[in-house]
T-cell receptor, first 113, second 111 residues
């Protein structure tokens, strides 16, 4: 399972509050990704990272920021959560030498009231 | 971005082969074709990928049309555990390995 954990697994928060989701990997993989998935849809890329302090935007980055100060942790922050950010968030990594393949964490269910 | 088109859902009987189609008529010469699946309440799981030639692995086979405008994921003997949403995805070579996901095909396996 590529040693990927996400925390928290479930969160309920109120509109306007900041939220940080954590993705942790145990195997020092370079590439990490944050996606969101809404009901009946595929995944949409929010941000990705190709190394410590190296990040870039995906297709739905508005309202989100990320940080990667250590190889093993990739944080996703909603600075001021909105109801439209209610979703399931997945973290993924690409394994060195097998960059074609992404491995996903178990997901975080976020409900913004 | 390149797009893929898949049927919304398909049904198959247990222990029979399943052929999941995908159209990608705007594919470019360097785009890889990826398949992932997602079981209920889980993260997506890699299945297979290819560029031009047909590919086989322990999970499935990928048949790619000669003009690369379509492909088919083949599950040789479906089990109930194969019930999932299957995503056909194009990955552009210069995209830093970004995957652009569609809505996928929900595969229903009947016992």
């Amino acid at each position: 399972d590529a040693g990927i954990t996400q925390s928290p697994r479930h969160k309920v928060t109120e509109t306007g509050t900041p939220v940080t989701l954590r993705c942790h990997q145990t195997e020092n993989h370079r590439y990490m990704y944050w996606y969101r998935q809404d009901p009946g849809h595929g995944l949409r890329l929010i941000h990705y990272s190709y190394g410590v302090k190296d990040t870039d935007k995906g297709e739905v980055s508005d309202g989100y920021s990320v940080s990667r100060s250590k190889t093993e942790d990739f944080l996703l922050t909603l600075e001021s959560a909105t109801s439209s950010q209610t979703s399931v968030y997945f973290c993924a990594i690409s394994i060195q030498g097998s960059k074609e393949t992404q491995y996903f964490g178990p997901g975080t269910r976020l409900l913004v009231l | 971005d390149a797009k893929t088109t898949q049927p919304n859902s398909m049904e198959s009987n247990e222990e029979e082969p399943v052929h999941l189609p995908c159209n990608h008529s705007t594919i470019s010469g360097t785009d890889y074709i990826h398949w992932y699946r997602q079981l209920p309440s889980q993260g997506p799981e890699y299945v297979i990928h290819g560029l031009t030639s047909n590919v086989n692995n322990r999970m499935a086979s990928l048949a790619i049309a000669e003009d690369r405008k379509s492909s088919t994921l083949i599950l040789h003997r479906a089990t109930l555990r194969d019930a999932a949403v299957y995503y056909c995805i194009l990955r552009q070579m210069d995209s830093n390995y970004q995957l652009i996901w569609g809505a996928g095909t929900k595969l229903i396996i009947k016992p």
